[in-house]
C-alpha cells in the first residue's frame, strides 16, 4: 500500500492562491492514478479533481475547472493541485487519494492522506 502526507494548506485571502502537494510512499506514485477530494464541515465529500497515472489524462468536477489544476511528477513521488481565485466556500479539508485508475468516485480510492485545512477568508 501507498502512504500520502499532505501538505500547502494554509490560510488564504479571497483571490488568492495555494498550492497543495501530496508526497507518497512505500510505492511509487506512478502505481496509482490520483485524486483530489475535500470536506467541508456539515457537508458531503466532494471530489475535485484526478490524474491518470502518467498524467496525460485529467478529470475535474465543473465547478473547479478553470480555477483548480491537478498535475503530478512521478520523478518526485509527488501530486499537486493548484488553487486559484479562491473564494470563502473553498474552506474545507483537502485529501489526497489513490486508486487503480482514473475516477471521479472517491469511494474508489483505496489508500487516503490524512488531509490538510485550507481556509479562505473574506
Known amino acids: 500500500q501507498v502512504q500520502l502526507v499532505e501538505s500547502g494548506g494554509g490560510l488564504v485571502q479571497a483571490g488568492g492562491s495555494l498550492r497543495l502537494s501530496c508526497a507518497a510512499s512505500?510505492?511509487?506514485?506512478?502505481?496509482?492514478?490520483m485524486g483530489w477530494v475535500r470536506q467541508a464541515p456539515g457537508k458531503e465529500r466532494e471530489f475535485v479533481a484526478a490524474i491518470s497515472r502518467s498524467g496525460g489524462t485529467t478529470s475535474y468536477a465543473d465547478s473547479f475547472k478553470g480555477r483548480f489544476t491537478i498535475s503530478r511528477d512521478n520523478a518526485r513521488n509527488t501530486v499537486y493541485l493548484q488553487m486559484n481565485s479562491l473564494k470563502p466556500e473553498d474552506t474545507a479539508v483537502y485529501y489526497c487519494a489513490a486508486a487503480a485508475g482514473l475516477t471521479r468516485r472517491w469511494s474508489q480510492y483505496d489508500s487516503w492522506g490524512q488531509g490538510t485545512q485550507v481556509t479562505v477568508s473574506s
Open positions: 512505500g510505492r511509487t506514485l506512478s502505481s496509482y492514478a
